[in-house]
Every structure is written in C-alpha cells, then in structure tokens.
C-alpha cells in the first residue's frame, strides 16, 4: 500500500472548518483513500473513504486531488469534540489489514 | 446495535503471567482484526480473521502471542508468558465481508496491557 505524509499536529478554532491535508503522491489507480480518527482513550473511527471523486457524508468532506497524489479531510464546522488524531490511509483494492501512520493530532480550541 | 466490546479494558500483570484478551464482535461480522498500539508507536495490525479462520497473522510479534476465534464468534488474544514490551493498547475492529472490499472497520475501545 501506497504511504501517505500528514502533518504530525494542526490547530483549529472551534465553529470553523478544519481542513487536513494528506500526501500520497505514489497512490496507484486502484488504491482508495480512508479516513479514520481515534479520539483519546477510544478505537479508531472510520470518518470517510473515496477512489477519485469528492466525498461527502455527514462526519466530512473528502477531496481528492485530480492527479490522486493528495487530499484533503473537511471537517465543516469543528466542535470541541473533534479533537482526535487523524489517520490519512492508502488501502489497495483487496487489502484487508489497514496501515496506521503518525497521523495528525487536531486540536480544537474554544 | 452493540458495537465490538473488549474485555478486559485494563490488565495489569507481572512479567511472565499469563493474560488473555476477549472481543466480542458486532454481530454478523465475519471479518475480525487484532491490532495494538505500544508506547510512542504507531497502530500495528496483528492479525485478521475471516469467521473462524486465519486469513493474515504477519503482523502477530511472535510465538508468545495465540489468537483464537472458535466458532467464528468471539476472539480471544493469549499473550503467554507476558513481557514487558507486550504492554499497550489492544485493539480489536470488525466488518462485513462485502464483494466490494470498500469496508469500513468498527473498532473497539481497546484493552491497555500494563506488564510490569
């Protein structure tokens, strides 16, 4: 599976949106790109997961760059509960296991 | 709808005893996943399961570790004998076996292994 690059922390003001980058400029063509976050204490959390259209779905927004080498999670209007380490992963069509990275710590401020 | 349930949520042990780990999950799921998070590391997969039968243990560290998944229900992870590297948290996920493999995995709230 292709490796994803995610900035290691980003900060957000509570009420607006949260946007969190993802690299994955050696993403093959039929490798999709999921989401998940795991908040303090909890599992892991699928948020969102798209091949090459935008996604939308009542956690997030998903967009995928035209050439597929990056994307960008949207979080519309960020609570204080969205404070959660995010998970940019590349999973290849018929892969089972998913491959964790660092990810992105988020914080939200009031 | 229950979600996938762990038990225990703590462990504390001694070097060398024994502890064995339980997830239940959500029902009519028969993909089942282990994986753990040890200190200041990132989330490894252990294992998968589909029903009752190994179908991936790359992941699984070595021979201290035996998971089972009779009747392709529950799980249980039996670390014997436990060393203190084995301390973190343990994470079970389930999903559907879909044709599409677009599957989303449900996770557990984790077990934290403590190995002193």
């Known amino acids: 599976d292709a490796k994803t690059t995610q900035p290691p922390s980003m900060d957000c003001a509570e009420g607006r949106a949260a946007n969190l980058p993802c690299n994955h400029s050696?993403?093959?063509?039929?490798?999709?790109v999921y989401w998940y976050r795991q908040i303090h204490s909890q599992g892991p959390q699928y948020i969102i997961h798209?091949?090459?259209n935008n996604e939308t779905n009542e956690m997030a927004s998903l967009i995928i760059t035209e050439d597929r080498k990056s994307s960008t999670l949207i979080l519309p209007h960020a609570t204080l509960r969205d404070t959660a380490v995010y998970y940019c992963?590349?999973?290849?069509?018929?892969?089972?296991?998913?491959?964790f990275g660092q990810g992105t710590r988020l914080t939200i401020n009031p | 709808e229950a979600g996938v349930t762990q038990f225990p949520s703590h462990s504390v042990i001694e070097k060398g005893q024994t502890v064995t780990l339980r997830c239940d999950p959500i029902?009519?799921?028969?993909?089942l996943y282990w994986y753990r998070r040890v200190m200041g590391k990132e989330i490894k997969f252990l294992l998968h399961?589909?029903?009752?039968?190994?179908?991936?243990e790359s992941g699984m560290p070595n021979n201290r570790f035996l998971a089972e998944r009779t009747g392709g229900t529950y799980s249980t992870l039996k670390v014997q004998p436990a060393e203190l590297e084995d301390s973190g948290v343990y994470f079970c996920?389930?999903?559907?076996?879909?044709?599409?493999?677009?599957?989303?995995?449900?996770f557990g709230s984790g077990t934290q292994l403590s190995v002193l």
């Open positions: 996920a389930s999903s559907q076996v879909t044709r599409t493999t677009n599957e989303k995995l449900f």
């Open positions: 050696t993403i093959s063509g039929n490798e999709y």
């Open positions: 798209g091949l090459k």
């Open positions: 992963i590349v999973r290849s069509q018929g892969a089972q296991k998913l491959v």
């Open positions: 029902s009519g799921h028969d993909n």
């Open positions: 399961f589909v029903k009752e039968s190994k179908q991936d």
